[in-house]
């Protein structure tokens, strides 16, 4: 079952100022590392390592003007089991 979840953020009082803005961030990454050593005799050593990141996201904004009042909202979809 797929549900849609909204995530909101807190509202966003401009006031008095000229301009304020909301901001909503998500990011998920993943990073993985492999390495190796060699020994084949006692005086010689070696080894090496590779490592790679990935890294994506989304952002969200919302301005405003003096006395405005603003937020930021998301939708998530989430997977959970049918009862």
């Known amino acids: ?3 849609l979840t909204p995530y909101f953020k807190p509202n966003t009082e401009c006031g008095s100022a ?3 803005s909301a901001t909503f961030t998500q990011t998920k990454g993943i990073s993985f590392e492999w390495s190796a050593d060699i020994d084949p005799v006692e ?3 070696g080894g090496f390592s ?3 990141s990935f890294e994506t996201g989304t952002e969200q904004q919302c301005t405003g003007n003096t006395g405005d009042t603003i937020c930021v909202w998301q939708v998530t979809p989430v997977t ?3 009862s």
């Open 1 to 3: 079952m797929l549900l």
């Open 18 to 20: 000229a301009s304020c």
């Open 43 to 45: 005086w010689i050593s």
């Open 50 to 52: 590779v490592e790679i």
């Open 80 to 82: 959970r089991p049918a």
